[in-house]
């Protein structure tokens, strides 16, 4: 075999970017981060960052995931489309959504991004970390809309770089997921009702559901909840059975999305 030589190739970087969503006020949110050093300073972004030369990218998303928020990813981190695993436990789902390479995405240099969906129950406000001037949670309708936004109009403006791009994969990912998986459960606490959870598929579907319909489907699917053995009436009116995450990570019946 003939010697390999490295400087015949051109050198490039490679980083993660995050995906992070939450349900607050019953609006689908991602974390952005407000860059704070060129390329694109004073943008909204992705958070993410570089792997390090000693990290595999799974550990590098969990660093950057700790680092932004604070939290713990949970293990092991599935990846691809058909990825499954027990949701609604501790720590944020985590999982890879795609790769991002083309060659003028970063005016620094070449660099291929492999993007990560997160997952998580509310959380607090973000805190800015890295070359972050600032973070916050935006609702993903405005910050897609972006693209289309007024000139000079500062929160409109679309996201650096392609992440207007790997930020509407993850919706996507996210929205046709929680049709045939329980996922939906990694937006709601441990304990949680059913009124909770159909919220999270509004918020994450951007559409209306029937109660009793939602009810009925959720409770009538083998393994998607089981009863937690207590209610609550954190939400108003008359109190609501507690319930948490089932066995089954595919649901058969699936959710099927309604048409909008």
Not at 4 to 10: F, I, K, L, R, T
Request: with cysteine; net charge neutral.
């Amino acid at each position: 075999m003939s010697p390999y030589d490295p400087s015949a190739h051109p050198p490039f970087a490679v980083t993660v970017d995050l995906v992070v969503l939450t349900v607050r006020q019953h609006a689908l949110c991602a974390l952005t981060i407000r860059r704070g050093e060129p390329p694109y300073q004073g943008r909204w972004a992705l958070p993410g960052g570089f792997v390090r030369p000693d990290e595999n990218l799974a550990e590098a998303a969990a660093r950057e995931l700790a680092e932004e928020t604070g939290l713990r990813a949970q293990q092991p981190v599935p990846a691809g489309p058909g990825a499954s695993g027990p949701y609604g436990g501790g720590g944020a789902h985590l999982e890879q959504l795609a790769t991002y390479g083309d060659p003028d995405r970063d005016p620094r240099m070449r660099v291929v991004s492999v993007a990560h969906l997160v997952l998580a129950p509310d959380l607090p406000a973000p805190r800015a970390g890295g070359d972050a001037r600032s973070a916050r949670w935006a609702p993903v309708d405005d910050l897609l809309q972006a693209e289309n936004g007024a000139p000079g109009e500062e929160q409109r403006a679309p996201l650096a770089f392609d992440h207007s791009r790997i930020l509407a994969d993850g919706v996507e990912r996210a929205r046709s997921k929680i049709e045939y998986s329980s996922l939906a459960t990694a937006f709601c606490p441990p304990e949680f009702t059913v009124g909770e959870l159909r919220r999270v598929y509004e918020a994450v579907w951007g559409v209306a559901l029937d109660p009793r319909n939602f009810h009925r489907k959720v409770t009538g699917t083998p393994g998607f909840l089981v009863p937690a053995g207590g209610t609550t009436t954190r939400q108003g009116g008359r109190p609501a059975q507690l319930f948490r995450a089932g066995g089954a990570t595919l649901l058969n019946p699936p959710m099927l999305r309604p048409e909008v």
